[in-house]
């Protein structure tokens, strides 16, 4: 039961990372390596800024600062015209410093003293809120997400992602759009952290190392299931994939005979995996076609 | 109109493969004017109008759009006011979203509230309205992604993109040169509807020389990043294909050939 609960808590608050991740892999078709940064980014803000006593600035602030990082990205990516996975990296890199700065130079702080909004609820206790606050995040900021891609600006980063050729044409400014989908993907991203370091009660700077894995292996869980048609089922889905890793991880942490460290050489696998299908399926199909073509001649 | 003046580009300029794209090309255009271009390859028809999008700066000259200076205007600005349909169909259109919501797209780029949500019910029957008059079907699948569509759909769903809000100048770039011969031809007849239904300043390349002779109410023909003759008027409605090669050999010393041109 335990575990049960556990695991929906975690894949609705990795879910808002899933949503982020979404953006960036799937709406921009750009793997964004600032995610490893952006997470720890919102992870230590929440954290010292919870620490000092304001849980609800914490996320506010953690979500500034991952659209900070993104916005860097951004301008490396289009002002400078940067390779946009090097950027990605450049930014991530840089955050390694300053995550340690903002947790005061170590690389965890914990939060067992300080009121985090877990604790603070009226009418729900602890546990209750460990449920509803992330079911609440969750729904909200799919909402949130789904509303915007719709909007002008929306389908115009939409549109960027799919034929920028198209929006060069056509009056959109395109490296506007980059940037701006960059912030909005990093800050769900560092929302995600900033809401798992009061969630756990610490915060630890290498708890983002692999989660833009853990982000893609929840979208293409999540597009195995539901297919890949049209945003909204596509952020639906990056929230379903997301509380499905989390199961998977419970299981296998639990059944499998596999210490708890290969969770992430597992992760990787299941990523590299679904990546290869289209790619051996075709070769399959071509292998098909030439053993039929050979019978035949 | 549109005025280019003196218009120069050169490619790779100072190294052996440098190559004068546009050689001071100057243009004057009417308003309502609808001009053909024809050229072999590398003529700099292309450049033409590539220069007028902004998809390059020119070495010299300038480039004024009603009265504007828009030389050195970024492509996306200009794109508030010149509509640009490619010869690839791949090109026009975002192929993962709905056919409304490109236009939707193209619609709202000029009175772009950025958080509106769009398509509106408003813009859907506009939509509607518009993709009914090519007779196409087009009205009934709204909702379906354009990847979906053929060529030819593609092309007209660009070419309303282009136009829904009519353009200070339309640019069409050998359009129809990627369509088997039937849909090429609804292609063009949707074309000069739609032109002439707003009366849009339009620049069409073809490859096909009698269509260009008969399409509009100007021809321009370029080589090497020149204009070599610009017909309108008496003179346009005199010629005949025949007559426009032997002109070019005339001038150029050398026989118009290119196999990519149509001499019906």
Not at chain 1, 180 to 200: E, R
Request: one cysteine or more.
């Amino acid at each position: 039961m335990k575990l049960l609960v556990g695991s929906l808590q975690l894949g609705l608050l990795y879910g808002i990372l899933a949503l982020g991740i979404y953006i960036s892999f799937r709406i921009l078709s750009i793997p964004d390596l600032t995610t490893e940064g952006s997470f720890s980014f919102g992870l230590s803000v929440s954290a010292a800024l919870t620490a000092l006593g304001h849980p609800w600035l914490a996320l506010l602030a953690g979500m500034a600062a991952g659209a900070a990082a993104g916005a860097v990205t951004g301008i490396l990516q289009t002002r400078f015209r940067i390779h946009p996975i090097l950027s990605g990296i450049i930014t991530m890199s840089g955050l390694y410093s300053v995550n340690l700065a903002v947790l005061g130079g170590s690389p965890n702080l914990s939060l067992v003293r300080a009121p985090t909004l877990f604790k603070i609820l009226p009418f729900l206790s602890k546990n209750e809120a460990m449920t509803v606050l992330p079911a609440c995040f969750a729904l909200l900021f799919l909402a949130l997400v789904i509303l915007f891609f719709h909007t002008h600006v929306g389908m115009s980063i939409r549109a960027v992602g799919d034929n920028e050729d198209m929006v060069r044409a056509s009056s959109i400014n395109v490296n506007g759009c980059k940037i701006l989908s960059f912030c909005v993907s990093n800050a769900l991203v560092a929302l995600s952290g900033a809401l798992i370091a009061q969630y756990q009660g610490y915060a630890d700077i290498s708890s983002s190392t692999g989660i833009l894995v853990v982000g893609l292996a929840s979208v293409i869980i999540g597009e195995a299931l539901f297919g890949r048609r049209g945003v909204t089922l596509g952020f639906i889905s990056a929230i379903a994939g997301s509380l499905i890793y989390r199961y998977i991880v419970a299981l296998a942490t639990k059944y499998s005979p596999l210490p708890a460290y290969m969770l992430k050489l597992v992760s990787a696998l299941i990523v590299a995996l679904a990546l290869a299908i289209p790619a051996v399926r075709q070769d399959f199909g071509t292998a098909a076609l030439k053993r039929g073509g050979k019978t035949h001649a | 109109m549109l005025d280019i003046q003196n218009a120069l580009k050169v490619f790779e300029k100072g190294t052996p493969s440098e190559h004068t794209a546009l050689n001071h090309v100057s243009l004057h255009l009417d308003r309502g004017e609808f001009v053909t271009v024809i050229g072999s390859n590398g003529a700099g028809k292309s450049s033409l109008f590539n220069a007028i999008c902004g998809v390059f700066l020119l070495n010299e000259g300038r480039i004024l759009l009603d009265g504007k200076d828009i030389t050195f205007e970024k492509e996306h600005r200009r794109a508030l006011t010149i509509g640009r349909v490619f010869q690839d169909p791949m090109k026009g259109t975002a192929p993962h979203m709905t056919i409304e919501e490109n236009l939707s797209l193209a619609y709202s780029r000029v009175m772009a509230r950025p958080l509106s949500f769009s398509p509106s019910a408003r813009q859907r029957a506009l939509f509607r309205d518009r993709l009914s008059e090519f007779g196409m079907g087009l009205e009934d699948r709204m909702k379906t992604q354009v990847g979906l569509l053929s060529g030819g759909q593609r092309q007209a769903v660009t070419l309303l993109m282009c136009t829904i809000v009519p353009p200070r100048l339309l640019l069409l770039d050998e359009h129809t040169a990627a369509l088997d011969p039937a849909t090429a031809e609804k292609v063009m007849e949707i074309t000069k509807k739609t032109v002439e239904k707003d009366h849009l300043t339009t620049l069409m390349i073809t490859h096909n020389i009698s269509a260009s002779l008969t399409t509009g109410n100007r021809t321009l023909m370029m080589d090497s990043g020149e204009i070599l003759f610009d017909f309108s008027g008496e003179q346009r409605r005199g010629m005949t294909v025949d007559g426009l090669m032997k002109l070019y050999s005339v001038n150029r010393h050398r026989v118009l050939d290119n196999d990519r041109m149509l001499l019906m």
